[in-house]
C-alpha cells in the first residue's frame, strides 16, 4: 500500500472513532479497528466468530469488553448530542 492511501485510510479510520465514540485517540483508532473487523466477521462468517471465541475464551471476553466499551461510548456521545440539541 502506499503511503497516501495509508494516510487517507487512517483519516477514515479516525472519523469513524470520532463519529462512533468522541474519541481519536490512538488507542481507540486501534479499538474501532478491532471492533469493525470482529464485527465483519461475526456478521459474515459467524461459523469462523464462533470457533474463534470458543478456541480463545479469553481473547473472547476481551472482544466483548471491547463491544461494550464502545456501545458505552457511543450512548454517551448521542445522550451528549441529544442534550445539546434540546438546550438549542
Known amino acids: 500500500m502506499n503511503s497516501e492511501f495509508h494516510t487517507q485510510f487512517h483519516a477514515l479510520v479516525e472519523k469513524l472513532a470520532e463519529?462512533?465514540?468522541?474519541?481519536?485517540?490512538?488507542?481507540?483508532?486501534?479499538?474501532i479497528k478491532v471492533w469493525a473487523i470482529y464485527n465483519h466477521i461475526h456478521k459474515t462468517m459467524p461459523a469462523l466468530a464462533s470457533h474463534w471465541s470458543q478456541s480463545h475464551p479469553e481473547a473472547r471476553a476481551e472482544v466483548r469488553a471491547l463491544f461494550e466499551e464502545i456501545r458505552d461510548k457511543n450512548q454517551a456521545l448521542r445522550q451528549a448530542s441529544a442534550a445539546g440539541k434540546e438546550s438549542e
Not at 19 to 31: F, N, P, R, W, Y
Request: net charge negative; proline share 0%; hydrophobic share 25%.
Open 19 to 31: 463519529l462512533t465514540t468522541g474519541d481519536t485517540s490512538e488507542d481507540m483508532i486501534e479499538k
